[in-house]
């Protein structure tokens, strides 16, 4: 399985921001797509989670509200739309594949993409 993050860049504070992230190969076997960001001298942190086929979601407090996850099943494309951006949310941002239920725990998402920077700052 590949994953391809796209949608990064340099945004003023309360600004929009879509990211995209794209699976392709043997996709059949995951369950959950998931987004983490990674900030300098901060660990990775979970942001948000959706499932393929229920489209269940679930969403860290730091970005409830503010941020909504969803998927098109038929591209294989989950999308991380981030609205009323802070400063705090300043970080790579990378989507992970996972076959099982939604998790917060980083180390049990089996594919991850390189990542695509977001920058919020005035």
């Known amino acids: 399985v590949q994953v391809v993050e796209s949608g990064g860049g340099l945004v003023q504070p309360g600004d929009s921001l879509r990211l995209t992230c794209v699976s392709s190969?043997?996709?059949?076997?995951?369950?959950?797509m998931g987004w983490y960001r990674q900030a300098p001298g901060k660990e990775r942190e979970f942001v948000a989670g959706i499932t393929w086929t229920a489209g269940l979601t679930y969403y860290a407090d730091s970005v409830k509200g503010r941020f909504t996850i969803s998927r098109d099943n038929a591209k294989n494309t989950v999308y991380l739309q981030m609205n009323s951006l802070k400063p705090d949310d300043t970080a790579v941002y990378y989507c992970?594949?996972?076959?099982?239920?939604?998790?917060?725990?980083?180390?049990?998402?089996?594919?991850w993409g390189q990542g695509t920077q977001v920058t919020v700052s005035s």
């Open positions: 190969g043997d996709t059949i076997c995951i369950s959950t």
């Open positions: 992970a594949d996972r076959a099982g239920a939604i998790v917060t725990v980083a180390r049990l998402y089996q594919y």
